[in-house]
């Protein structure tokens, strides 16, 4: 039987497959097999870790955000999960991002929102604590 010289499509396959893990180590930049599986494995977990991401900052904010306010002057007692209560009582909605850039940049801001939910009759707990 002759031997068949393949075309450029499937050249130009694997070259753009090869493109892709150029950074990988070992046969996992060099054999087509292993390439291919790789490539699955590292958009499998780019997806997955994009969605992991999004949590882990979600819990990062929310620790700035717990620390500030517990550092608060007789606020030793009042949580973040009491906060953001009272934050949605008074239906003063700021999302956890903001809060917690506000928390680091400017400490004061956070006091005063703090001192305007304490000062509200409705949050007797915050006073009772205080």
């Given at each position: 039987?002759?031997?068949?010289?393949?075309?450029?499509?499937?050249?130009?396959?694997?070259?753009?497959?090869?493109?892709?893990?150029s950074?990988?180590?070992?046969?996992?930049?060099?054999?087509?097999?292993?390439?291919?599986?790789?490539?699955?494995?590292?958009?499998f977990?780019?997806?997955?870790?994009?969605?992991k991401?999004?949590?882990?900052?979600?819990?990062?904010?929310?620790?700035?955000?717990?620390?500030?306010?517990?550092?608060?002057?007789?606020?030793?007692?009042?949580?973040?999960?009491?906060?953001?209560?009272?934050?949605?009582?008074?239906?003063?909605?700021?999302?956890?991002?903001?809060?917690?850039?506000?928390?680091?940049?400017?400490?004061?801001?956070?006091?005063?929102?703090?001192?305007?939910?304490?000062?509200?009759?409705?949050?007797?707990?915050?006073?009772?604590?205080?």
């Amino acid at each position: 039987m002759t031997r068949v010289r393949r075309g450029y499509i499937a050249r130009r396959r694997r070259k753009k497959m090869r493109l892709f893990v150029s950074s990988f180590r070992g046969a996992h930049s060099k054999t087509i097999r292993i390439i291919t599986q790789q490539k699955i494995r590292a958009l499998f977990s780019a997806h997955r870790d994009r969605d992991k991401k999004k949590r882990d900052f979600r819990r990062l904010w929310i620790t700035r955000i717990n620390a500030a306010i517990r550092g608060t002057e007789g606020g030793a007692y009042y949580s973040y999960s009491n906060f953001v209560n009272d934050l949605y009582k008074r239906q003063l909605i700021l999302n956890r991002k903001i809060l917690a850039q506000i928390a680091i940049l400017n400490r004061k801001c956070l006091y005063s929102i703090y001192n305007e939910i304490v000062k509200k009759e409705g949050c007797k707990e915050a006073t009772e604590l205080i």
